[in-house]
Each structure stands twice: as structure tokens, then as C-alpha cells.
């Protein structure tokens, strides 16, 4: 698939991907979502995750569901929302596990363009969806795709940090050899599971003794 649009390092890596049938079904599919409604994020931002994460700089792997499918919010970017937008009930949970663990205050944007910067890949397992109809997307080849880009990080790196919330993540990242990377598991950080195991899991400050230990740079978070 000569026309999609994502960083040339990554384009590399998972070109293969990209010329199977099961891919090239996909791109009509999503295709004709948006040609028919609204879908989100919107179309130039639906591999912004790899654009502002490159190969080479990725340290983390944080995995989420599906893109938010409310008006303004998704940005390509798991858990991540636009610019004054209010934060989403499990990203208010994320910020105040971070500020408990490493001491960060809140901040005034939930963007999290600044993780990526610094080699966070925030994955979406599907990455579209339709407007205010959750899971719209699923199970029409975008699990298949990040599961490859799951399968290509582990075949290519070693000393990542996976961050896995809840089941959904963890099943994805069952191939991912846990004697040469840090897996850190916990439930997601929705308010239904956050208080049974999210709060108090220290995933961030664990991420940062790690790199440290291989002597990269902490993540600021």
C-alpha cells in the first residue's frame, strides 16, 4: 500500500504488512467510513502515534482499546486527547496515579504528544472508530495490524518497557519475551477497575528505574 501515510522508518518495518489482502480490505473499509460519516480521529491522524514516536528513539508500549469516539477528542495518540479538551474519566486516573507515584503535578493538557517525543508508543488497537459508537471498528483488521506492530517491536528490541492495562492489553502482548523487556501489568485505569490495582501500581516510576538501569533516559512524565 503505496499510499499510507506514516513515518518512513515504521513504513519500513511494516511494509510487508501493508500488501496483505487482509490490509488492503481494511483500507477500503475505513475508507468508506469516512466517506459516509464521521470517524475519529481524524484521517491524517490515524498512524500519528508512529509518526511521533520513531523506531529508533521507542522505550514504552502503552496499549489502549479504541480511539475516543466523542467529538474533538481523539488525537492518534491512546489516552491521549486535543488541546483544552477535558480530560476522559481513565486519563484523570492516569495523571493522578503519575502525580502519587513520581510526584508530577497535573497537567493543563491531556495531549501527550510529549510522551511520544520522548519514545512512548501509544497504541490504539483499532485505530478509527465512528462517532459515539464505540468498538465500531473492531474486528475488521486493525487488531491484526497492531498485533504485527506488537510482534515487530519484540522481534526487533530489546529492553522495552511494556505497560499493559487490563486484560484486553495484556492478551496482545503475550508474545513479547518478558526475560528481555520490563512487562508491567495492572487493571485498565477506567473508574469501573481503577481502585482494584491501578492506583498504587507504580507503573511510572518502575518504567523509569528500569531505563535507567540500561543506562537510557528516564521518561519525564
Known sequence: MADVRIAQDWKEILDAEFQKPYFEELVSF??????????????????????????????????GQDPYHGP??????CFSVNEGVAFPPS?????????????????????LDRWAEQGVLLLNAVLTVRAHCAAS??????????????????ER???????????????????????????LRAV?????SAYRGFFGCRHFS???DYLVSRGDTPIEW
Open 72 to 77: 474533538g477528542q481523539a488525537n492518534g495518540l
Open 188 to 192: 485498565h485505569p477506567s473508574p469501573l
Open 137 to 154: 471498528h473492531a474486528g475488521r483488521g486493525w487488531e491484526q495490524f497492531t498485533d504485527a506492530v506488537v510482534r515487530a517491536i519484540a
Open 157 to 183: 528490541k530489546q529492553g522495552v518497557v511494556y505497560m499493559l492495562w487490563g486484560n484486553y492489553a495484556q492478551r496482545k502482548c503475550a508474545i513479547v519475551d518478558g526475560s528481555q523487556n520490563l512487562i
Open 206 to 208: 518502575l518504567a523509569n
Open 91 to 111: 486519563l484523570q486516573n492516569i495523571f493522578k496515579e503519575i502525580h502519587d507515584d513520581v510526584g508530577t503535578e497535573v497537567p493543563v493538557s491531556g495531549e
Open 30 to 63: 475505513v475508507k468508506s467510513e469516512y466517506s459516509s460519516g464521521v470517524v475519529y480521529p481524524a484521517g491524517r491522524n490515524i498512524f500519528r502515534a508512529f509518526d511521533k514516536c520513531p523506531f529508533d528513539k521507542l522505550k514504552v508500549v502503552i496499549i
